[in-house]
């Protein structure tokens, strides 16, 4: 499969711990974003990048999240001391610039 | 604030039969829109995309058409299966904004 892919699926944490998720974009897309998406509402932009560059960050991105993507593949999201309303689906898109995006299939967070 | 939205929350059709989804966009300036569609516990699915240029897309079963004079765009899938049965988002892009804005989404069932 060489789509979009997300790890892990599903993530079930207590609150004030931290989590970390990782996205593999499509091998040759350049750009990679970091989308949220509770129930019944439309994903929601994080943040994204063009190759290791993070060019831009949405007002939803509080201090307690951070996303890294060091070599202009991969990229991490980690949210620190993780709060009730963190629960949600995180998605990660791929693209080449100016191009369609691809979604991978989401990591799923709880915190209980 | 200007945002995509989506007349519909829910439709239910009959197998065989045509369906449309309807959404309505508020930013003139918007200049690319992508349908997805979402099954439960997975991403977003690229279905087709238009640009502002053209008032219609033609895909495997599915149409798009944008009205830019009412803002307005719709997806039309023909002869509804049961694996057409998901919820359909629409996202619109303008240009110096990298991200895609998304509706909260019409949920399509498909009745056997």
């Known amino acids: 499969d060489t789509g979009v892919s997300q790890n892990p699926r599903h993530k079930i944490t207590k609150r004030g711990q931290n989590v970390t998720f990782r996205c593999d974009p499509i091998s040759e897309h350049n750009r990679l974003y970091w989308y949220r998406q509770t129930l019944g509402q439309g994903p929601e932009f994080l943040t994204y990048f063009q190759n290791e560059a993070q060019l831009e960050k949405s007002r939803l991105l509080s201090d307690r999240f951070s996303a890294e993507r060091p070599k202009g593949s991969f990229s991490t999201l980690e949210i620190q001391r993780t709060e009730q309303g963190d629960s949600a689906m995180y998605l990660c898109a791929s693209s080449l610039i100016e191009a369609t995006q691809y979604f991978g299939p989401g990591t799923r967070l709880t915190v209980l | 604030g200007e945002s995509v939205g989506l007349h519909l929350p829910t439709l239910s059709v009959q197998e065989g039969d045509n369906s449309i989804i309807n959404c309505a966009y508020s930013n003139s300036a918007s200049d690319y829109f992508i349908w997805y569609k979402q099954e439960s516990g997975k991403g977003p699915q690229f279905i087709i995309d238009?640009?502002?240029?053209?008032d219609k897309r033609q895909g495997q079963r599915v149409t798009v058409l944008l009205n830019k004079t009412v803002k307005h765009l719709s997806l039309q899938i023909a002869a509804t299966q049961p694996g057409d049965s998901a919820v359909y988002f629409c996202?619109?892009?303008?240009?110096?904004?990298?991200?895609?804005?998304f509706g909260k989404g019409t949920r399509l069932s498909v009745i056997a």
């Open positions: 996202a619109e892009n303008y240009p110096g904004n990298t991200p895609l804005v």
């Open positions: 238009i640009r502002s240029n053209m």
